[in-house]
């Protein structure tokens, strides 16, 4: 749902906040936060409010907290320019190609072992990711090492903007260069789709904010999590 600037997401069958996000609110907006409340409780779904240093204010925050949310982290966002990608050497041992049509079972499997979620919901990320595959600008990688697939990378790309989207590894598989070779293959194929901007977000100070900062990527800001007690 959309009030004003803030947009409320509610992804079906795949509950719990990564997917379940209000973005854009302001204070400009809080005479919605009630009507937002509500379109959550009334699909019984986990959310949290994530709030931009631009949008940001005391009356803002006041309200949040007497609403009964609290600030539970903070998130970083990465840009950098598109230009010529420096020559990176994958290890040999790891290859990043196209995943096909038919293997989102393997991407569902792969994304919900990386990110610690449960079983319950592989279906869900299996179904919301799949109905993207023949929607344009939508790109989605699967990493392999010795031909087992060990890790998955997602990309947007409209126009001169190219986001990085999802990318996860297999626990057993980390430290090995494989987030390293998806941001990679990724940029370098943003690069020859015509984008001019990379974008993409990781957990402040997490391996994959230290991972975006050695391939270029700049941090542009941080955003504040709020979520309901």
Known sequence: MMRGNTHAF????????????VRGINDQDLDYLDEIL????????SFRIEVTPQNSSESLFLRLSEKGFYQSGFHASFFRIADNIESFSNPSS?????????????????????FGLPSSIQDGIKQNNQVLFDVPGWEFYLALRHNVPIGIGVMYVEGELATLAAAATLP????????????HKRIEKAIEKGAKYITSEAAFGSVSHRNMERIGLKLAYTKAFWTKR
């Open 172 to 183: 057993d598989y980390r430290n090995l260069g494989v987030q390293h070779a998806l941001l």
């Open 94 to 114: 790891i290859v990043v190609r196209p995943l096909q049509k038919d293997e989102f079972d393997l991407f569902a499997a792969i994304y919900v072992e990386a």
């Open 10 to 21: 509610a992804v079906k069958h795949i509950p719990g906040p990564a997917f379940n996000t």
């Open 38 to 45: 509500h379109f959550y409780r009334e699909h019984a779904i």
